[in-house]
């Protein structure tokens, strides 16, 4: 057996391994962008005022996004409660994508805010889905 069999074999009895470094990659990037937004809130104001989609409650809207960036970007990281963690962050990337980000992407500027959210939203439904895998603290705790 060479070395590219025994990686992949390696590999497909480690999935939840890489499942839990994308959950906690996303969880820290989520509490990071929280911790952003704490000290930047003009920047999220602007992307919320420039939204003509979003008319209802921006200071409310604002106030959610910071909260469940921090704890729910925490709660992802160590794998606790994941999956409200991520149905949490869901609406949030549900807005990005497509009342903030999508409206932009006929003009000339660059698009990248478009599709790095559109990952992230993507994830966050895989995680929704499947949960906190064999690092998470969901694991221990709920002894799955």
């Known amino acids: 057996m060479g070395i590219q069999e025994r990686l992949d074999d390696w590999a497909d009895h480690h999935r939840g ?3 839990d470094l994308v959950r ?3 969880g820290i990037g989520l509490f990071i962008k929280g911790i952003y937004f704490v000290g930047n809130p003009d920047y999220l ?3 919320i005022d420039e939204s003509e989609n979003l008319w209802f409650l921006p200071a409310a809207a604002a106030h959610y996004v910071i909260i469940a960036h921090l704890v729910g970007g925490l709660l992802m990281a160590i794998g ?3 999956r409200i963690a991520a ?3 869901i609406p949030i990337l549900i807005g990005a ?3 903030v980000n999508m409206p932009r992407m006929i003009t000339v500027e660059p698009r990248q805010n478009f599709e790095f959210s559109a990952l992230v939203l ?4 895989l995680i929704a889905l ?3 895998g064999p690092l998470s603290l969901d694991a221990k705790v709920f002894a799955r």
């Open 17 to 19: 391994f890489f499942f």
């Open 24 to 26: 906690i990659y996303l």
């Open 80 to 82: 606790f409660l994941t």
């Open 45 to 47: 104001t602007h992307l």
């Open 97 to 99: 994508v497509f009342y």
């Open 130 to 132: 499947r949960g906190g």
């Open 87 to 89: 149905l949490a962050q």
């Open 122 to 125: 993507f994830l966050l439904i």
